[in-house]
């Protein structure tokens, strides 16, 4: 893994945004994504970093991030030697990820990253900043799963935004190295957030515009992506319900009024 970048001094400074944006297979994709990114960080007036995570590709997604790293001295890339899921990625990311703030965006072609304006300009009101696609332009059947696992997460771990697995999302990083991630697939957007209701943290959700992908393929609704997800589920639904009773015993017992 590269040298962090950003040192003076022997020091190594803190930006105030880290995007971390997980890629596999996505060579049709990430490079007009990680320039559409650069272009719309470099007009901001803060300092940042682009963190792209090849998760265990077989395609050339690799080179064209390094070969796009030398324009651009912002980006690292960062590689898993094998395909090892969604939620890992993302977790390799914000392991490496130096930012006050940490954002993060597929890199497919769906999210515009010029939303992200929005999501800073509230960052004083909100420690968790939630995108939902306000027009999903997914296929009929991918909608249907979509509300039935928003349902399901819902149900299970009381998570309660619009859209849990929007991938355009805004944490503080202080709250981010609170959480306890363990997911290595799609279950990672439902981990972190029932975490985050649990740390009461303040959270703001907001409208993002989505687009159909153009290029590349989808793995969501792959058999084995989907079997994943839902034993992640199941086990964080089973941790919540460990955990439940252990928090009531530590919050001691409940006072009881006087009877009238």
């Known amino acids: ?21 997980p890629a596999y297979d ?11 990114v650069s272009r719309f960080l470099e007009g901001l007036a803060l300092e940042h970093e682009i963190l792209v995570v090849d998760d265990g590709s077989h395609d050339r997604t690799a080179a064209v991030v390094a070969a796009l ?6 980006v ?17 990311g914000f392991a490496a990820a130096r930012g006050r703030w940490i954002f993060f965006m597929d890199s497919d072609g769906q999210f515009d990253v ?15 900043l939630v995108g939902y696609r306000a027009r999903r332009r997914d296929g009929p059947l991918r909608l249907l799963n979509a509300a039935a696992w928003n349902l399901l997460v819902r149900l ?17 990083a202080d709250v981010l ?25 303040r959270l703001v959700e907001l409208p993002v515009h989505h687009y159909p992908r153009t290029a590349g393929r989808a793995t969501g609704n792959d058999p084995r992506v989907v079997l994943r997800a839902f034993r992640e589920l199941a086990r964080l639904w089973a941790d919540l319900r460990r955990a439940q009773p252990r928090e009531r015993l530590a919050a001691g017992p409940r006072r009881r009024g006087r009877p009238r």
């Open 156 to 172: 299970l771990l009381g998570v309660r935004v619009r859209d849990v697995d929007c991938a355009f999302k805004l944490y503080r």
């Open 69 to 74: 790293a030398e324009a651009h001295p912002a």
């Open 1 to 21: 893994m590269e040298e962090p970048r950003g040192e003076t001094a022997g020091r190594v400074t803190m930006p105030e945004l880290s995007v971390v944006l």
């Open 177 to 201: 190295r609170r959480l306890t991630l363990t997911s290595s697939g799609a279950t990672i957007n439902a981990e972190m957030l029932a975490q985050v209701r649990r740390l009461r943290c």
């Open 114 to 128: 010029r939303d992200l304006a929005r999501f800073l300009a509230q960052r004083e009101n909100a420690d968790v």
């Open 26 to 36: 996505e060579e049709a994709n990430i490079g007009d994504t990680l320039e559409e």
């Open 76 to 92: 690292r890339l960062l590689r898993h030697p094998r395909n090892l899921g969604y939620g890992a990625a993302l977790r390799t």
